[in-house]
């Protein structure tokens, strides 16, 4: 068959606006237009900087400040001189986990965080274990972040207004879902001033606070001194290290984030691991600072909890009262305060759709979890976690204190495990590195402080919310054991009955002869080269033998998560969805009929297929089109999820147009 020049379909001409849909152009509104594939500078545009990405992603480890401390705090009781001790641990944890966090970055450059070092080092199972600690994470981030930021809102209102304060905490949810839906650059630098106005309040909130507290420090010591001497008499030294435990186990949402940084390396601007672990340091810094600050000014100014408000509340109402304009200072740090734990959410739908997208490439949660929208958003995880964030916030109220227990556990699960997979990894490449030594050191340590962290939480807080995440946990890993089941034996029952056809001998058995635009041509949809192509396109000669003289096979190459990550990704995915087009035409000349191509490259199968199919439709008047699809003899609800519909889809569209298009099945018993 002679060579048929062959380019890719043209992007189509936009409608004028005022024949577009209503429902698309309020799409557009809301969400934006589609991105512009054929710009060869989109992903650099789109990637994070690294204090951009110290806003998008260091917000979640940030504000876990307006929470964490006054936790643990609040454990001591009446023994607030540990409080001291409390800080320190609190500091050299925060630095300690970062730092063991920027070394994974360095082993794993191309992101993933907990769920890709687990499966890499600890095997499959500990992986899907991970991976499924971090969704529930992340759903827990963007609940208890928009929890607390109503309980700061709603601390300087009144009590009346206290009926609004879930109605309100439900408005923040979905304007958060819908910012997202947009893109990750523009929800991030919408939400960029709100930040700083955050890391500015708290500055003078912390530094004021000690300072004007200054000429009490002898006081205060003398104090600390005194209860201490109390605290050993009456608990003892395990008492009081059992207290100090427990403070510090349960202040442990102070150190939830800090994994956000690895797990959205593919957000961040090239060089990105340098992006990421200079990200680390602000982060790091930003939050030792915030959290033990916070701490020693509860100490300093003897702040106890009242009823409606968080004790950074009390703690600046006390500071500014003194204070011309004091009421000013307040509103502002408290409306700053709810606003960043608003932007701390943003981790969660950043991290958690990657997370999911990564785990449906693996075939542990249904594959549309991988496709991007015309954003290049993971529009279905974001979707999926703002669904279950609702959930979330209506089953606990919005109680902080019950969302940060659930919340905990799942983080220094996957924190433990991270851990545990780098030490181990460590020692058996110790030949290797000549600082194995000291880096086996660092992870063991911050395996050591996070299983204590877990094991803690989990058995104090039991009856409190553990039992709920434990258990929420093993489901969703179960379920993914099943999904993941399903998909392999499908694929394994397509590779027996297709087993002969990838081996067809393609020679032709008479020679091709030239396309004839007039005569009647069959298109067939392909996706990858394999079994259910071929026995497709061998399907339309079975069902209408001697009479398709013509064929055309349609590819289009989709960009998902496992595809977009880097300048040279949509090149890459154009040379491979041609390759596979072209295999295609070698077939067809095997069965010595005239054959060419289109191909095309999109986030939406069935758009760009039906774009397709419509200009092969104008050269070749009398097309028939034909596309495979899977079928179960007893089809069950949840194989529709499983499985895409693009054939049914695209099915629809072409008889909308006037097409003829037919759906030939392959059966899996």
Not at 126 to 146: F, H, Q
Not at 166 to 178: D, M, S
């Amino acid at each position: 068959m002679p060579e048929t020049p062959v380019k890719e379909a043209p992007p189509p001409s936009s409608p004028p606006r005022d024949e577009e849909p209503l429902g698309r152009r309020l799409r557009r509104l809301v969400i934006g237009a589609p991105r512009n594939l054929e710009d060869r500078t989109l992903f650099h545009r789109l990637a994070l900087v690294p204090l951009l990405a110290w806003v998008g992603l260091g917000a979640d480890g940030l504000s876990s400040s307006a929470y964490g401390p006054e936790e643990a705090f609040r454990t001591l009781g009446g023994h607030t001189f540990l409080a001291l001790p409390l800080a320190v641990l609190m500091a050299g944890t925060v630095f300690l986990v970062s730092s063991a966090y920027s070394r994974i970055i360095e082993q794993f450059p191309h992101g993933g965080g907990g769920y890709v070092v687990a499966t890499k080092l600890l095997g499959e199972r500990a992986g899907v274990v991970s991976g499924c600690a971090l969704l529930i994470d992340y759903v827990l981030t963007i609940t208890v972040s928009v929890a607390a930021a109503g309980d700061a809102l709603f601390s300087f209102l009144p009590p009346h207004a206290q009926s609004l304060k879930l109605p309100v905490e439900v408005l923040l949810l979905a304007g958060l879902t819908t910012l997202n839906l947009r893109g990750v650059r523009e929800s991030v630098l919408t939400l960029a001033p709100i930040f700083l106005l955050f890391v500015a309040t708290h500055v003078v909130l912390i530094l004021g606070g000690i300072v004007a507290h200054a000429p009490a420090f002898p006081a205060t010591a003398r104090s600390i001194a005194g209860g201490c001497g109390e605290g050993l008499s009456t608990l003892g030294v395990g008492g009081v290290l059992l207290l100090l435990l427990r403070a510090y186990s349960l202040g442990g949402g102070t150190y939830t984030g800090i994994e956000a940084v690895s797990n959205g390396l593919p957000l961040m601007r090239r060089p990105r691991a340098r992006t990421a672990k200079r990200t680390m340091v602000y982060m790091a810094a930003s939050l030792a600072f915030t959290a033990t600050g916070l701490l020693l000014c509860y100490l300093l100014w003897n702040v106890a909890p009242v009823p409606g408000k968080t004790m950074n509340a009390v703690l600046v109402e006390r500071l500014a009262a003194p204070l011309p304009g004091g009421g000013v200072l307040v509103v502002l740090t408290l409306l700053s305060e709810a606003a960043l734990l608003v932007v701390a959410a943003q981790a969660g739908f950043l991290d958690g759709p990657r997370v999911l997208a990564n785990m449906a490439v693996d075939s542990w949660v249904p594959h549309r979890f991988s496709a991007l929208s015309d954003r290049l958003t993971t529009q279905n995880g974001v979707l999926l976690m703002g669904a279950a964030s609702l959930a979330a916030l209506f089953y606990t109220g919005g109680a902080v204190g019950h969302l940060v227990v659930m919340y905990s556990i799942n983080v220094f699960l996957t924190f433990s495990l991270s851990m545990l997979g780098m030490t181990l990894w460590r020692l058996r490449n110790r030949r290797r590195d000549a600082r194995w030594k000291r880096r086996a050191a660092l992870f063991g340590v911050g395996f050591a402080l996070c299983a204590t962290i877990l094991v803690s939480t989990v058995v104090l807080k039991f009856r409190a919310g553990g039992w709920v995440t434990l258990l929420l946990t093993g489901s969703v890993v179960s379920l993914c054991f099943l999904i993941r089941r399903h998909y392999r034996t499908v694929v394994a029952k397509l590779a027996r009955l297709y087993a002969d056809l990838g081996t067809l001998p393609l020679v032709p058995a008479e020679k091709p002869g030239a396309l004839d635009p007039g005569a009647p041509t069959a298109a067939v949809l392909v996706g990858s080269y394999g079994g259910l192509g071929i026995h497709t396109t061998l399907n339309v000669f079975r069902a209408f033998p001697n009479h398709f003289k013509n064929l055309v096979f349609l590819t289009v190459g989709v960009i998902d998560s496992g595809v977009f990550k880097g300048e040279e990704a949509v090149g890459s995915l154009r040379k491979r969805t041609e390759e596979t087009a072209k295999k295609y035409v070698e077939v067809a000349r095997a069965l010595g009929v005239p054959a060419t191509y289109r191909t095309a490259i999109g986030t939406d199968a069935v758009a760009e297929v039906e774009r397709l199919s419509l200009a092969v439709a104008k050269d070749f008047p009398q097309t028939t089109f034909f596309g495979g699809k899977v079928i179960f003899q007893r089809e069950k609800w949840y194989q529709r999820i499983l499985h895409n519909e693009t054939a049914f889809a695209l099915q629809k569209r072409l008889q909308w147009a006037g097409k003829t298009m037919v759906v030939l099945s392959a059966r899996v018993l």
